[in-house]
């Protein structure tokens, strides 16, 4: 331990990043087992639903795994070189846009399954799917490399090589980033709001229209609401520093308590909600989750004979 830093100071960044890390690992082992039993039943991988799901759960791990790097980084490198950082937000950045845009996906798909059940093979195909993986990715990379290039334009070359506190609000500073990033929330957000919104009453249309199929309809409906639902939990990113600031404004002396828990609430427990609500909600993944844990718990028993 630092003779420099106080015996209580650093309790409690042991603590802090203890729980961020133990977290990160349970809720990463969850989700990993839900990719784990996608690849391993090939029903799963032909399925256009079921790739854009797992899709939004490989995210949620990468999306996970940066998180708790930067916060544990922030505790025990403190400042880290802004080539390296940049790199490390080029990739926080895509996986953050990924998340709402694979939402809006995951809701057309629904509303294809229910509005338009003829053309949905043929519609949404697997090679479609993944070209629209694809897609979204491009896209979430757009604003991610715009940070890197606006840099590029209104620093020298020698920023690259000195060190600061690995977070967007130290590297990327300028009021081009500002006014890129207003502009990018913007129109993402307002998109897949958008694109929810509609689906939504569409599939509702459609499930007081039709007497034979009212289960599915109201399955799918429910869905897009839990999507709108997450994206809601999705959006508490951009709203954490205006609630940072009204909390620390009343409670001053609790400021590194109160950054903490945002952190937690915005940033590691919305990563397992993806498997909890869809996953556990489906009766296929569901049924191959409960076996794969029952016959790992079983085979844990078996005693070798000799």
């Not at 998109?191 to 009212?214: C, E, G, M, P, Q």
């Amino acid at each position: 331990m630092n003779s420099t830093i106080p015996k209580d100071l650093f309790y409690d960044m042991f603590i802090k990043n203890f729980i961020s890390v133990v977290l990160g690992l349970i809720i990463s082992y969850i989700n990993g087992t839900f990719v784990l039993v996608f690849f391993k039943n090939t029903i799963f991988c032909s399925d256009p639903r079921y790739i854009l799901y797992i899709h939004l759960v490989i995210n949620d791990i990468i999306m996970l795994s940066i998180s708790v790097f930067l916060q544990v980084a922030a505790y025990v490198f403190r400042n880290v070189n802004v080539s390296v950082c940049s790199l490390v937000l080029l990739f926080a950045v895509i996986v953050t846009k990924n998340n709402p845009l694979n939402l809006a996906c995951m809701a057309i798909e629904r509303y294809i399954s229910i509005c338009k059940p003829l053309h949905h093979p043929q519609i949404c195909t697997v090679r479609r799917t993944y070209i629209l993986i694809w897609f979204i990715w491009t896209l979430s990379a757009v604003p991610a490399f715009s940070d890197i290039f606006i840099t590029l334009s209104t620093q020298p070359a020698s920023f690259f090589s000195t060190v600061f506190l690995c977070h967007g609000l130290f590297i990327y500073n300028t009021w081009q980033h500002t006014v890129k990033d207003t502009v990018s929330n913007v129109v993402y957000l307002s998109f897949v709001w958008v694109t929810l919104i509609v689906t939504y009453f569409k599939v509702l249309s459609a499930a007081n229209a039709a007497s034979a199929d009212r289960v599915s309809a109201r399955k799918a409906r429910n869905t897009i609401l839990l999507h709108g639902g997450q994206l809601l939990l999705c959006m508490m990113s951009y709203v954490t520093a205006l609630v940072d600031s009204a909390l620390v404004d009343l409670f001053p002396q609790s400021r590194s308590t109160i950054l903490f828990i945002l952190y937690l609430l915005s940033n590691v427990l919305p990563r397992l909600l993806s498997p909890l609500i869809y996953g556990l909600r489906d009766k296929q993944f569901s049924k191959r989750i409960k076996v794969y844990f029952y016959c790992k718990q079983v085979s844990t028993q078996i005693i070798p004979v000799k």
